[in-house]
């Protein structure tokens, strides 16, 4: 996100002190219309990011309200704060992620939402319970990209034929790819940014504009 410009907070705050700090995900990036009335507007394509399990970036500190820094590379593994471990269930209970799963939980039963797995085979009942929770929202919307013959979990979601759950999977649209695969989700899946639909009309132009010199030239 940072090499393709996107804004996004990820719930720590400082530049040169990075630490956790859950209000973070409470703010909004905004742009200054009018410096005399004070009229604000959103950035559009702000993305909140939450690492529910931890991240190789994470260490714990010994000061401060919430005693989690974000620091790469890291100085000490042993202190890294990533998860699962056997007794994840029970960390995802204490800070930082009860944090976290508190702002994730916040944002799938909000009304509208739609949740998008991918990689996940529900195997986290923590995470479960949160999704099966927003499940009783009638416009909630969850969309899982797994194998159609998962078996588990995802076997039980399917075999509910709620029209509200879509599992998307299988085959992709060549030959030995499958749909439910990362690269098949970015590159047929995901749609495209507007700057990027424009960068490409601009780029076109560009090419087109070079070959006709050339061929002028000739």
């Given at each position: 996100?940072?090499?393709?410009?996107?804004?996004?907070?990820?719930?720590?705050?400082?530049?040169?002190?990075?630490?956790?700090?859950?209000?973070?995900?409470?703010?909004?990036?905004?742009?200054?219309?009018?410096?005399?009335?004070?009229?604000?507007?959103?950035?559009?394509?702000?993305?909140?990011?939450?690492?529910?399990?931890?991240?190789?970036?994470?260490?714990?500190?010994?000061?401060?309200l919430f005693?989690?820094?974000?620091?790469?590379?890291?100085?000490?593994?042993?202190?890294?704060?990533?998860?699962?471990?056997?007794?994840?269930?029970?960390?995802?209970?204490?800070?930082?992620?009860?944090?976290?799963?508190?702002?994730?939980?916040?944002?799938?039963?909000?009304?509208?939402?739609?949740?998008?797995?991918?990689?996940?085979?529900?195997?986290?009942?923590?995470?479960?319970?949160?999704?099966?929770?927003?499940?009783?929202?009638?416009?909630?919307?969850?969309?899982?990209?797994?194998?159609?013959?998962?078996?588990?979990?995802?076997?039980?979601?399917?075999?509910l034929r709620?029209?509200?759950?879509?599992?998307?999977?299988?085959?992709?649209?060549?030959?030995?790819?499958?749909?439910?695969?990362?690269?098949?989700?970015?590159?047929?899946?995901?749609?495209?940014?507007?700057?990027?639909?424009?960068?490409?009309?601009?780029?076109?132009?560009?090419?087109?504009?070079?070959?006709?010199?050339?061929?002028?030239?000739?």
């Amino acid at each position: 996100m940072d090499r393709l410009g996107i804004p996004y907070s990820k719930g720590f705050t400082g530049f040169i002190e990075r630490r956790f700090n859950p209000a973070s995900f409470r703010y909004a990036l905004a742009e200054q219309l009018d410096v005399g009335s004070r009229k604000w507007t959103a950035v559009d394509a702000f993305v909140y990011l939450c690492k529910l399990h931890g991240s190789v970036t994470w260490t714990e500190d010994d000061h401060g309200l919430f005693p989690i820094r974000e620091a790469w590379p890291q100085n000490d593994p042993k202190r890294m704060l990533i998860y699962p471990t056997p007794a994840k269930q029970h960390a995802s209970l204490a800070s930082p992620y009860a944090d976290m799963f508190r702002e994730f939980q916040s944002r799938v039963v909000r009304e509208q939402s739609v949740l998008i797995t991918a990689g996940y085979v529900f195997g986290d009942e923590h995470l479960n319970n949160i999704i099966y929770q927003a499940l009783t929202i009638p416009t909630f919307r969850l969309i899982i990209f797994a194998s159609p013959d998962t078996e588990g979990e995802i076997a039980k979601l399917l075999a509910l034929r709620d029209p509200r759950i879509w599992i998307i999977g299988g085959d992709g649209p060549s030959e030995g790819s499958l749909a439910h695969y990362f690269d098949t989700i970015v590159e047929q899946f995901m749609p495209q940014r507007p700057s990027d639909r424009i960068d490409d009309a601009v780029r076109k132009v560009m090419q087109e504009m070079a070959s006709r010199s050339k061929d002028e030239d000739e």
